[in-house]
């Protein structure tokens, strides 16, 4: 195997998902609507400046609306990551990953398209939320959109690739669900997507630890100064470290010989 093939691969898987997003219109708009219910209705709510300690990305104050975009945008790639593993465990039920996975490329190389081509889907829906958001009058330093993008996707590859660990643990697509918002709801809310780190530790010092060892909650901040134009080396490193973390369990997840699928009888 060389070049060409893997690049043709690359490109097959990315451009079957991204077709499947497309035919599928209620994902996106499912994907959309809901980061936007919580920034109309939630954050009207609290319509309100926060007083913010004047270190990058914050200045002095800061408006709610204006602090939680990053949280939503981290929610809508937590999201996709676990319907990318969603697809992954219907494939499996259907027989299409077997397909896929007994080609001659090596199977981690499959898995990190996967994980790549999920992502690039993700980066298209939160350039979607940016500009409903900027329509919302919600905005962020221009050079912020931009300058976004590698930490869009850092974000999205450790949190697709946690989707990629759990999906190698379940077998049956109706088993899914349930799993999904054990993950998701813990994470998002035990993050600082909604409230800053310090408003936390004023409630509570348990609910501080866990929300900063949180892998969501250091995504979260690497998008936020991301989009001030700043760069957060903690949440960079934490960020890659969580990622080598999930994709190299999952990668053993779905070694046949090694992970999950050799407990499932060799199911693939």
């Given at each position: 195997?060389?070049?060409?093939?893997?690049?043709?691969?690359?490109?097959g898987?990315?451009t079957?998902?991204?077709?499947?997003?497309?035919?599928?219109r209620?994902?996106?708009?499912?994907?959309?609507?809901?980061?936007?219910?919580?920034?109309?209705?939630?954050?009207a709510g609290?319509?309100?400046t926060?007083?913010?300690?004047?270190?990058?990305?914050?200045?002095?104050?800061?408006?709610?609306?204006?602090?939680?975009?990053?949280?939503?945008i981290?929610?809508?790639?937590?999201?996709?990551?676990?319907?990318?593993?969603?697809?992954?465990?219907?494939?499996?039920?259907?027989?299409?990953?077997?397909?896929?996975?007994?080609?001659?490329?090596?199977?981690?190389?499959?898995?990190?398209?996967?994980?790549?081509?999920?992502?690039?889907?993700?980066?298209?829906?939160?350039?979607?939320?940016?500009?409903v958001?900027?329509?919302?009058?919600?905005?962020?330093?221009?050079?912020?959109?931009l300058?976004?993008?590698p930490?869009?996707?850092l974000?999205?590859?450790?949190?697709?690739?946690l989707?990629?660990?759990?999906?190698?643990?379940?077998?049956?697509?109706?088993?899914?669900?349930?799993?999904?918002?054990f993950?998701?709801?813990?994470?998002?809310?035990?993050?600082?997507?909604?409230?800053?780190?310090?408003?936390?530790?004023?409630?509570?010092?348990l609910?501080?630890?866990?929300?900063?060892y949180?892998?969501?909650?250091?995504?979260?901040?690497?998008?936020?100064?991301a989009?001030?134009g700043?760069?957060?080396?903690y949440?960079?490193?934490?960020t890659?470290?969580?990622?080598?973390?999930f994709?190299?369990?999952?990668?053993?997840?779905?070694n046949?010989?090694?992970g999950?699928?050799q407990?499932?009888?060799g199911?693939?």
């Amino acid at each position: 195997m060389n070049l060409p093939h893997y690049l043709r691969a690359l490109r097959g898987i990315s451009t079957r998902e991204l077709l499947r997003f497309v035919h599928q219109r209620e994902r996106f708009i499912s994907a959309l609507v809901r980061p936007l219910v919580w920034l109309f209705i939630f954050a009207a709510g609290f319509r309100s400046t926060l007083g913010l300690s004047p270190t990058p990305p914050y200045e002095t104050y800061i408006l709610y609306e204006e602090y939680i975009t990053p949280g939503l945008i981290g929610m809508i790639q937590l999201f996709n990551g676990m319907q990318s593993s969603l697809s992954m465990v219907y494939d499996r039920e259907m027989g299409n990953m077997r397909t896929l996975l007994i080609s001659p490329l090596p199977r981690w190389f499959l898995l990190v398209a996967k994980l790549l081509a999920g992502t690039l889907v993700s980066i298209l829906q939160v350039y979607a939320f940016l500009l409903v958001a900027w329509l919302y009058d919600v905005r962020t330093p221009p050079e912020g959109y931009l300058g976004v993008l590698p930490a869009l996707l850092l974000s999205g590859l450790m949190l697709g690739a946690l989707g990629l660990l759990l999906s190698s643990f379940i077998e049956q697509l109706e088993n899914f669900a349930g799993v999904m918002n054990f993950v998701i709801f813990p994470m998002f809310f035990l993050s600082t997507a909604l409230y800053p780190l310090w408003k936390l530790q004023e409630s509570s010092q348990l609910l501080h630890t866990l929300a900063q060892y949180n892998p969501f909650s250091q995504a979260v901040e690497l998008i936020r100064f991301a989009l001030y134009g700043q760069f957060n080396i903690y949440a960079s490193i934490y960020t890659l470290s969580a990622l080598t973390l999930f994709l190299s369990a999952a990668v053993i997840g779905y070694n046949p010989s090694k992970g999950m699928m050799q407990k499932k009888g060799g199911k693939s």
